[in-house]
């Protein structure tokens, strides 16, 4: 477990995280803004620009709010406040559009594959680093959560970020007990509070991991250097980072930080928000999507390298595997199963993976073997990844998620069937050390070219997903037009049209906007009016009675200004007296 000097001058390395960066920033300005949860982000990081303090999501709400409704509040503490104070930043600096959203997350997430480097090299050494950041760089589902596709996005970036710090200084401390490296894994973990809540305390976990191992003879006395003063350090260090602004939030805004605070808890017993599933949801349909390609590989290392776990006695695979079954365990019992919720397990799954190339490429015949065989029927099986969904949100069967997924037994089952044939067909080829020589380099470049193939698939898919675009034409056109010619108490109702318009206008018109949903429409715009708004009406309904304002060229829908009943009836009136 040492780290050789000048880890960032690494050639490979540097080749690795410019192709990353290369990848994430594919098209991050696309103008469509996904309306869970990007459009909700965007919106509280632009406000947090008017009042850091405050984030708010209707910044200046013209109707009647419940503050526990996060969908339609005034202040907004559904997410914490590090990745909008992020974004916001980059707002300041960049202006207030699409870029300067997806940039600190692209930032980010190649940020991580340079994390992913130098943890593996800490704990294995640079083949396992470099091995697993390539993989973890052509992950799609990163780049669908820095596009904003993917539900929790830049949140889920910034706790993956912040989390690999904290993994990082975890690992430095457990070799060094150096007590700057404890206190650096604490704010880091307090910053990962600051990004998602209680997911960040997987630190915590590691570093009790790293500690008690030896404790329990499972591995070297000498191979862990953290000591209970350390854990209170690293928790003190914690407190003090996520302190100022909890409490800040318990005292401005009591009602929504007891809400939320308690929301997140309903997340262990209750399916929150239709995200409810039976426990093999997260093992053949969320965990599929976020390896892509690499799931079957990654789960049948999972499955061989326990035995050098065990047998080796060496904290860096028992450290992985904590890593792993820490993110995965308590998201297995809990009744909420969101797809990216396991993001920060990511890492590990690619580690475990990166070391069985390694070692099989070293020459050890059945890890070698394990390798090429997994690969191989990847390569030559089909892999079905369907999209992020919901799934079965009761198991109305056994295994309800696990059916759709059959073609993962089938890898697994097949890989056995090769990896018995490679070894049965070994013991009889290689008969003198020429044979056996050749025999591993055959082996090495068939699993390599394999390797190279599922890589190429899963690196295209990545690329696809910068191909994409959620565009909403019209709703740019209206924001155009209306930015500068609305005052800014105009108040925009969006009468039916595209799910979420409403959000990317406020975003882009940085004007209060509300969806009718079947409510009265003058009874809102009414409403509106009296609480000193100045309505107008978003819809596809021709009105011969509201002034039209702006007529869309790509919908439809035009923009009318709302006016009283009343003196609707009397311009009605006056038109018909004059014909």
């Known amino acids: 477990m040492t780290t050789p000097p000048r880890s960032w001058r690494d050639p490979i390395l540097l080749a690795i995280l410019a192709g990353s960066i290369l990848l994430n920033v594919q098209r991050i300005d696309h103008p469509g803004l996904h309306y869970f949860d990007e459009s909700f982000h965007a919106i509280v990081a632009r406000n947090l620009l008017k009042h850091p303090f405050k984030p708010t999501l209707i910044d200046a709400p013209y109707l009647a709010y419940d503050p526990t409704r996060w969908s339609e509040t005034h202040v907004w503490l559904h997410k914490p406040i590090l990745p909008l104070w992020t974004i916001a930043v980059s707002f300041a600096i960049l202006g207030v559009n699409t870029l300067a959203l997806r940039l600190p997350s692209a930032l980010l997430a190649a940020a991580s ?5 130098l943890i593996g090299k800490r704990l294995f050494d640079r083949p396992t680093g470099l091995v697993a950041s390539s993989l973890q760089a052509l ?8 596009q904003g596709y993917l539900f929790s996005d830049h949140v889920d970036i910034s706790l993956l970020f912040w989390v690999e710090v904290g993994v ?7 070799q060094s007990g150096s007590w700057p490296v404890v206190l650096a894994a604490g704010v880091a973990q307090g910053l990962a509070y600051l990004s998602k809540s209680y997911l960040g305390l997987l630190l915590t976990g590691l570093a009790v991991v790293a500690w008690l191992l030896p404790r329990l003879g499972l591995v070297g006395l000498d191979q862990s ?15 003090v980072t996520v302190a100022p602004w909890t409490i800040y939030c318990a005292w401005a805004f009591p009602v929504e930080f007891s809400h939320e605070h ?6 262990v017993g209750q399916g929150v928000e239709n995200w409810g599933g039976p426990w093999d949801r997260l093992y053949f349909d969320h965990l599929i999507g976020l390896y892509h390609g690499f799931y079957t590989p990654v789960l049948a290392a999972g499955l061989v390298m326990i035995g050098p776990m065990v047998a080796g006695r060496r904290l860096p695979l028992w450290f992985v595997y904590a890593w792993l079954v820490g993110v995965l365990a308590p998201h297995t019992l809990a009744a ?10 990511l890492p590990a799954g690619f580690l475990l993976l990166a070391r069985l190339i390694v070692d099989g490429w070293q020459g050890r015949s059945w890890l070698l073997a394990s390798w090429a065989s997994i690969m191989v029927v990847v390569a030559v099986v089909p892999v079905r990844i369907g999209p992020f969904s919901r799934g079965f949100p009761e198991p109305r069967i056994f295994g309800g998620v696990m059916v759709q997924s059959l073609w993962v037994f089938k890898h697994l089952a097949l890989a056995l069937v090769v990896g018995g044939m490679i070894e049965w067909t070994r013991r009889r080829v290689t008969t ?41 034409p019209f709703v740019t056109e209206l924001a155009e037009f209306a930015r500068d010619r609305l005052p800014t108490n105009a108040v925009l109702l969006f009468d039916r049209g595209g799910k979420g318009d409403h959000q990317t206008a406020m975003f882009l018109l940085d004007r209060t906007c509300y969806p009718v949903m079947g409510r009265n429409l003058n009874d809102l715009a009414g409403q509106i009016n009296r609480a000193g708004g100045i309505p107008y009406i978003v819809t596809a309904e021709q009105s011969k009675i509201w002034p039209l304002e702006f007529a869309g060229t790509t919908d439809p829908r035009g923009l009318y200004r709302w006016s009283e ?15």
């Not at 594959?113 to 480097?117: E, K, M, S």
């Not at 990082?168 to 457990?174: G, L, Q, S």
């Not at 909420?336 to 397990?345: D, F, M, V, Y």
């Open 565 to 579: 009943p009343a003196l609707r009836r009397s311009i009605v009136q006056a038109d018909d007296s004059r014909n």
């Open 225 to 239: 250097k953290w000591k209970l003063r350390h854990l209170a350090g690293l928790l003190v260090a914690s407190l």
């Open 262 to 267: 308690g929301y997140v808890f309903t997340h």
């Open 113 to 117: 594959v340079g994390l992913t480097f």
């Open 168 to 174: 990082y200084f975890v690992v430095r401390a457990t």
């Open 336 to 345: 909420t199963k969101t797809p990216s919720a396991t993001l920060i397990g």
């Open 432 to 472: 003198s050390p020429s044979n056996a020589d050749r025999w591993t380099r055959g082996l090495r470049v068939l699993a390599l070219s394999a390797t190279l193939v599922v890589s190429l698939r899963v690196g295209w898919s990545a690329w696809t997903v910068t191909r994409k675009s959620e565009d909403r």
């Open 139 to 146: 992950c799609p589902a990163i780049l669908m959560l820095v």
